[in-house]
């Protein structure tokens, strides 16, 4: 079953823009990750949290947790055209398993 | 930098036949993970990989329709047996490589079967 919740399920920005992913999820976590695919290929790694941070950034990239409510949020700021793609978070166990969520379209616009 | 090669990238089967996925990591690791991608849905779990142990499956799968092999510490093959086109996905391996946060994936297997 999937982790939980994301949204929106689509997103459509302009370029220069900032974009906000959220992630919701259900079960206990050792870490939520963020990935991305673009076009139906692999998925490429692009930021973990681990339960016990709040907040972490690299590069346009911050990402948030928050482990009362169960929340993740994923901002890429300064969106460029080459940033389109499905955005999917991921709950990590300590055992290695990974629990995806139903992922968000962004569509970043020249 | 350390990757995992998939194949093959993609094939069109008939019902009724079986394929085979091979994923080859250049490092070793304990445990890789195969996953499947339904068409416009998001990954789920398939089973679990360990070298020199049976799989360990999620609900739902089961290893006569989706046996896995682990004869080593980079390498795994998944086969999606009696195939239907309900078996049509993306199916994709991972692993978790030495000094890296998150997962690294396969570049995936897109299946058609028709």
């Known amino acids: 079953s999937q982790q939980g919740e994301e949204d929106p399920q689509a997103l459509s920005i302009q370029e220069g823009e900032n974009a906000t992913m959220n992630c919701s999820y259900k079960?206990?976590?050792?870490?939520l990750q963020w990935y991305r695919q673009n076009s139906g290929r692999g998925l490429v790694h692009l930021i973990l949290?681990?339960?016990?941070?709040r907040e972490k950034h690299s590069g346009r990239l911050r990402v948030t947790l928050d482990t009362s409510k169960k929340s993740s949020s994923l901002l890429i700021t300064a969106s460029r055209a080459a940033d389109t793609a499905s955005y999917f978070c991921a709950g990590g166990t300590s055992y290695g398993k990974l629990t995806f969520g139903q992922g968000t379209i962004l569509t970043v616009h020249p | 930098s350390a990757v995992i090669s998939q194949k093959p990238s993609r094939d069109i089967c008939q019902r009724g036949t079986s394929l085979t996925i091979q994923c080859q990591v250049d490092?070793?690791?304990?445990?890789m993970f195969w996953y499947r991608q339904q068409p416009g849905q998001s990954l789920t779990l398939i089973a679990t990989?360990?070298?020199?142990?049976?799989?360990?499956?999620e609900s739902g799968f089961v290893i006569d329709k989706f046996p896995i092999s682990r004869p080593n510490l980079t390498f795994s093959t998944l086969t999606v047996s009696n195939m239907s086109p309900e078996d049509s996905s993306i199916y994709l391996c991972?692993?978790?490589?030495?000094?890296?946060?998150?997962?690294?994936f396969g570049s995936g297997t897109r299946l058609t079967v028709v």
């Open positions: 990989a360990n070298q020199g142990s049976e799989a360990t499956y």
């Open positions: 490092s070793q690791v304990t445990m």
């Open positions: 991972s692993a978790n490589l030495r000094g890296r946060d998150g997962y690294t």
């Open positions: 949290i681990r339960s016990n941070e």
């Open positions: 079960t206990s976590i050792n870490n």
